[in-house]
């Protein structure tokens, strides 16, 4: 069965760090493009971050660009997404994906995870 399961979000202050996980299963992570993708409340999809596979790079989002780092170890089969110097415009359910390539994020197109709550909250 090909699962992600996400893991590490939680309620921290504005200014702190958290470190998400992504486990893969399933399926061999080094052969896939992967994403991180986030809802905040009462919003819609908005991409992240892309983890290429092999040396393809990694990109992010404007709006986070130097405040999260994503990587990925293969031979653990897990993608990571540190986050720091959270604000609360933060706040969201983040997902790992595997990538899309339309204009816009769709929950029925690939695999995703159930998704791990980020609450930044003074």
Known sequence: EVRLVE???????PGESLRLSCAASGFRLSMADMSWVRQGPGKGLEWVSNVD??????????SIQGRFTASRDNEKTTLYLQLTSLKTEATALYYCATRQY??????D????G??????VSS
Do not use: E, F, H
């Open 114 to 119: 159930q998704g791990t709550q980020v609450n």
């Open 7 to 13: 893991s590490g979000g939680g309620l921290v202050q």
């Open 109 to 112: 197109v690939g695999v995703w």
């Open 53 to 62: 596979r092999g040396d393809g790079g990694i990109s992010y989002a404007g």
């Open 102 to 107: 339309g204009v816009k994020w769709s929950k």
